[in-house]
């Protein structure tokens, strides 16, 4: 069962903010440092000085962001909103060459407890949540909102937007990756009652977000240990700003998360072949195009995976699942079902000798051609590549009670920082 409420939202005030798309940013997840840079020079009012500040010596950035958010405010170039309301939110983009649409809205979710569960699928580092707690203390607000499905039983999406979709929306924008943002504020108590009705019948998974809403867990314990008998759950804090949408297959896209490794100086790829034959049917493919086509066919009935080194491709096929049950006897079968479990176990683990969850030299990306490039200019790396995960596995792992690896999921296109703030008034 979940619980939404709606929120006065902070936004960008319209009447001072001339092009919104200058404002807004990306999650700070997924800004490169010199995406960070771009961002900060764009525009003096960019959400990335709040969200992800310079580190600048001898300065507290996350002060620094908690004294802008209040500058703002007090100046007009943030205002809350005067009325509770849900934000409705659609995105049109493009994904190889085909026009999508995905929707869904903003709201705030109560934070998980015994009663009503929000289920999490992924691993979180600790480095990043000391990052996010030390923000939300300075700034007291939800910055980006998380990004949560559900299965959409009554069709709440659908029959909201049917009811808004001749109107104009409050916020329209394109971002510089073409996706269309449109933002319709749904404010009348009948239709908020009619999804809080719907919701409270929906279990919730956290798509993308996992370490916002540990932090917002962390930050709401503070304050609870600081109430006392006095905390009652309805605080601000046991809120969390979440963007909602269900598990429509058009809209939901998830892409495909790839592993480029910096290898040991002693790395002999003949040797690595010959282990991995061990466990794999190996097949050496030299055009790309057919490489990716086999992996993705090959994917949807088998494990395949894919490896990039010395300008040839790899397809690497698991001979028996049997395998699986010996190397991760601790894990249930929807663990060790995934992809990305298959190859940490057998290939990073098994035949390297590596833990990718406690070493820090892979680097993670979507983008294929980037890790093929990174591997030509450089001889001491490779490149193993993923087929996508389902949201069916994403939804099984997490019932199951388990953690994905890190680094398993990205879901495309990414809701954009800036559009709406939750300000907590408690803290």
């Not at 525009?43 to 620094?64: Q, S, V």
């Amino acid at each position: 069962m979940a619980k939404i409420r709606p929120f006065k939202a902070v936004v960008y005030n319209q009447e001072a903010i001339k092009d919104y798309a200058k404002v807004v940013c990306p999650p700070y997840d997924v800004i490169s440092p010199s995406e960070q840079e771009r961002l900060h020079e764009l525009d003096p009012h960019n959400f990335i000085h709040i969200l992800l500040g310079r580190d600048i010596p001898g300065e507290d950035k996350y002060r620094r962001s908690g004294v802008i958010f209040r500058e703002w405010l007090k100046n007009d170039i943030l205002k809350q909103e005067e009325r509770p309301a849900i934000y409705f939110y659609g995105q049109q983009f493009n994904l190889n060459g085909e026009k999508r649409e995905r929707f869904g809205f903003i709201s705030l979710l109560r934070l998980g407890d015994k009663d009503s569960p929000v289920f999490a699928h992924e691993n979180t580092r600790l480095a990043a949540k000391q990052d996010r707690l030390k923000l939300i203390k300075q700034v007291k607000a939800n910055l980006s909102p998380i990004l949560a499905v559900f299965q959409d039983k009554l069709r709440i999406i659908r029959r909201v937007y049917q009811k808004l979709e001749d109107k104009k929306p409050f916020i329209d924008i394109v971002d510089p990756g073409k996706t269309r943002h449109r933002i319709w504020r749904v404010d009348e108590p009948d239709v908020i009652a009619f999804m809080q009705g719907g919701m409270k019948k929906e279990d919730i998974f956290i798509a993308d977000g996992h370490h916002r809403y540990e932090v917002a867990c962390a930050y709401r314990d503070a304050l609870k240990i600081k109430l006392g008998d006095a905390f009652t759950g309805e605080e601000e804090a046991n809120y969390l700003l979440t963007y909602f949408t269900n598990t429509e297959p058009r809209g939901l896209v998830i892409l495909p998360i790839h592993r480029l490794l910096k290898l040991d100086k002693s790395f002999e790829f003949t040797g690595f072949i010959k282990s991995l034959r061990d466990y794999f049917d190996v097949e050496e493919i030299k055009d790309k195009t057919r490489f990716f086509f086999l992996m993705q066919k090959g994917g949807r009935t088998e494990h395949v995976m894919g490896m990039y080194k010395n300008k040839a491709f790899y397809l690497l096929r698991l001979k028996n699942v049997k395998i699986l049950d010996k190397m991760m006897p601790d894990k249930p079968k929807e663990y060790r079902s995934l992809d990305v479990s298959v190859l940490n176990a057998l290939a990073f683990k098994k035949i390297l000798g590596y833990d990718p969850e406690e070493r820090g030299d892979l680097t993670y990306g979507h983008e294929a051609q980037k890790f093929i490039e990174a591997v030509d200019s450089d001889e001491h790396s490779i490149v193993f590549f993923l087929n996508p995960v389902k949201i069916e596995q994403i939804i099984a792992v997490a019932l199951a009670g388990f953690k994905m690896p890190p680094k398993s999921t990205f879901f495309y296109p990414k809701v954009l920082s800036g559009l709406v703030i939750n300000k907590l008034e408690q803290g």
